[in-house]
């Protein structure tokens, strides 16, 4: 991974905004990661995604992530804070490219899901059609007692032990923050989407940069380059003294 520069964040930035919710992140991604095209980026399963938007979110705006929670019993909104190594899960020493199991006299092939797949679910009217989809996108061969069957005709019991198969080979893409009440006391875990934070979190960035560029630009007729090639402390100094 290689560190982006104020203008590079903001292409890739940019870049995003044209792209689907599900893909907005690849630009930023292949942007820092110039190994891994676009196609090998959307390949990637869903951990080692959001593995690499933790240590880019890291590089970028640094370790700490803050955010607020509602409680679901007293309604207090709580603030929480953690550091990104808090969230990076054990790396698996190789991610498999297939998975199986064999239960119940059901054996089943399947692969990790990707961020593509996640795609293919957005449209879903509920979780249950959404489960079935995703579980079809990625089971590459199902057979009951010998005979090929359809993904749809798995039990529940076989299909919950392949996402139970699927978490425990990619423990990175399951996010959770444990969060306490200060209020009532109560307890609970926290779905945490880094996709979504970190996206939040450029955009604004993004938006506020670009209202520094418009400033300066206005104020002393420099070009976008010649701004974004200012250092921070620059930039805010002379924002100090152009008045705005």
């Known amino acids: 991974m290689r560190p982006l520069s104020v203008a590079q964040l903001l292409d890739a930035w940019e870049k995003g905004l044209s792209e689907p919710v599900c893909t907005r992140v690849f630009p930023v991604l292949a942007a820092a990661f110039v190994d891994c095209p676009i196609d090998e980026l959307a390949a990637l399963s869903i951990g080692e995604r959001d593995r690499r938007l933790l240590t880019l979110r890291s590089s970028t705006f640094g370790p700490q992530l803050a955010s607020v929670a509602g409680c679901s019993q007293c309604g207090e909104v709580l603030e929480w804070e953690l550091e990104t190594v808090d969230l990076l899960m054990e ?18 092939r399947f692969r990790l899901p990707n961020t593509m797949d996640l795609a293919s679910i957005s449209n879903c009217q509920d979780a249950s059609s959404a489960r ?14 010998g005979e090929q069957i359809s993904p749809r005709a798995l039990p529940v019991s076989v299909t919950t032990e392949i996402v139970k198969r699927m978490a425990e080979a990619d423990p990175q893409a399951d996010l959770e923050v444990d ?9 609970w875990q926290a779905n945490f989407d880094i996709e979504s934070f970190f996206w939040t979190e450029l955009s604004a960035w993004a938006q506020r940069i670009l209202l520094e560029v418009h400033s300066l ?28």
């Open 91 to 108: 790396k698996p020493a190789e991610l498999p490219g297939e998975l199986s199991i064999d239960v119940d006299n059901y054996y089943v």
């Open 132 to 145: 079935g989809r995703l579980l079809e996108n990625c089971i590459s061969d199902a057979q009951h007692k």
């Open 179 to 187: 969060l306490s009440c200060p209020s009532c006391g109560e307890q």
């Open 217 to 244: 630009a206005r104020a002393y007729g420099w070009s976008e380059s010649d701004i974004l090639n200012l250092s921070p402390w620059r930039r805010q100094f002379y924002l100090g003294m152009a008045g705005t």
